[in-house]
Every structure is written in C-alpha cells, then in structure tokens.
C-alpha cells in the first residue's frame, strides 16, 4: 500500500516556508560542519527535517513510502521497500569512505598562497566525498520530495567540515540539465567528473568572491 500524503496551504504559501526551511537546513549544516559530531546517514535525514518540517511535516526526515519518477531523467529510483536497506547500506559505506578519507582536522586554506602538493591531494579527496555522497542520496531518493536538495547540503556538509566552504550549484533552467546530466554520467558510468568538475567550480566561485571581497 502507498501512502498518499497531501501538502497544507497554497502554493505561493508553500514555496516561502520551504525557502525558509532551506535557510534553516543550511545554518543547521554549517553548525554540524563546525561540531565534532559524527557524519552518518542520520544527519542526512536531520538536513531534510530541517527543510520541511514547517512545510510538509508528515515526510519531513522520513524515508518515502511511495515509488517516484524524477522529472526528465532516465533514473528510476528504487522501488520504497528498498528504500530502508539502501539507505542502512549508505551508512555503512559513509562510515567506511570517512575512514578512509583520514582527515581529522579541516584542512587550513591560505587563499594569499598556492596550496602545497599534499593540500592538494586532500582538497581533491574531501570534492570526491562530498559528489559521492551527493550522487547517493539522488540516487536512492530517500525522501518523497527533496531529495536535490538535500543532498546538495549534505555534500556541502562535507566541503564544510574538512575545512572548505559550502557552494551554491546553479540549478536555474540554463544550468539544471548540466547538473542532472553529471549526475546520470555517475548513473551510467559511475564518471564522477562532471560533478567533481561542478563542484570544483562551485568552490573557486566561493574563493573568489572571498578574495575580491577582503582584497579587491
Ligand atoms: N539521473 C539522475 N540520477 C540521480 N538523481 C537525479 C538525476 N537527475 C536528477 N536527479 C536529482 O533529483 C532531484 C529532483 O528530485 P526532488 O524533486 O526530490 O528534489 P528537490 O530538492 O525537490 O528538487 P530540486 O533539486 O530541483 O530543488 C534533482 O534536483 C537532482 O538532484
Ligand atoms: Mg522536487
């Protein structure tokens, strides 16, 4: 049996509370990036809670208990009684990949200076975290609705942790099918490149406004 769950208010009404709820998402995140609390699967379904429990309470930080299909995309999430396992399956794999990551404090950018080789490498690990983890949560598609969004804040979680700075990926209608395509590349290919790249970008943009910002 699927649950039909319906939304309160007009739609006008709906958008601002979920743009509020967004705001309140991101402060929650850039507060956890800047805790000692661990990162774990729970923590992806706090960010959802905190965009639409003003809005939507009923699925707010809840698996779907629907099957979806995403709005021109080849991707069929799975069906909702697999949902639960996949997303245990996550945890497990999230636990594992931080393991590995093996930063312990976040990374300290110099922005007057050129990172060292070692930087570097670090910088590239913590953008490969933080697409995997965003590709993972679009793919499973936890949520009944979100679900973007969601997992742009929680690969922003990761950026922001290990030392780097959350970024905004354009999603406007000129930018939308770049970003959906880069995450069906990973679909079909497992190619993190484009999304890597789209991250990349996201952050230079970020260091940029900083530095012309301070130092004009
Ligand atoms: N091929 C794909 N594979 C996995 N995920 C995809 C694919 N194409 C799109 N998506 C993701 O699905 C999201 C749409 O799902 P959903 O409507 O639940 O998210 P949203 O947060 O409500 O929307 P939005 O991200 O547009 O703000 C897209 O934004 C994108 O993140
Ligand atoms: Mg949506």
């Known amino acids: 049996m699927t649950k039909t769950t319906k939304r309160p208010c007009s739609e006008e009404e709906l958008q601002k509370r979920e743009a509020i709820g967004v705001i309140r998402a991101s402060r929650f995140v850039r507060k956890y990036a800047q805790s000692h609390q661990d ?3 729970k923590v992806v379904f706090k960010i959802h809670n905190e965009i639409f429990k003003d809005v939507w309470p009923e699925i ?3 698996c779907r208990e629907e099957n979806l ?3 021109n995309s ?3 999430p799975p069906h909702y009684s697999k949902v639960s396992a996949l997303v245990n399956n996550f945890d497990n794999e999230l636990e594992q990949k931080l393991k590995e990551l093996n ?3 976040g990374i300290i950018l110099d922005i007057n200076n050129s990172p060292d080789e070692k930087t570097i490498e670090e910088i590239e690990k913590i953008i490969r975290l ?3 983890i965003h590709h993972k949560i679009t793919h499973i598609h936890p949520f009944r609705e979100g679900n973007g969004r969601t997992a742009r804040l929680a690969a922003n979680l990761i950026l922001e942790r290990y030392g780097l700075v959350g970024i905004s990926i354009k999603i406007e209608k000129e930018n939308k099918n770049q970003y959906c395509n880069a995450l069906a590349q990973i679909d079909i290919m497992e190619d993190y490149e484009p999304l890597v790249t789209l991250i ?3 952050l230079i943009e970020r260091y940029h406004g900083v530095t012309m910002k301070y130092y004009g």
């Open 60 to 62: 707010a930080g809840g």
């Open 200 to 202: 990349s970008d996201g």
């Open 103 to 105: 930063i312990s404090e």
């Open 130 to 132: 933080s697409a995997w």
């Open 39 to 41: 990162i774990n699967v």
């Open 69 to 71: 299909k995403i709005a």
């Open 74 to 76: 080849k991707h069929l």
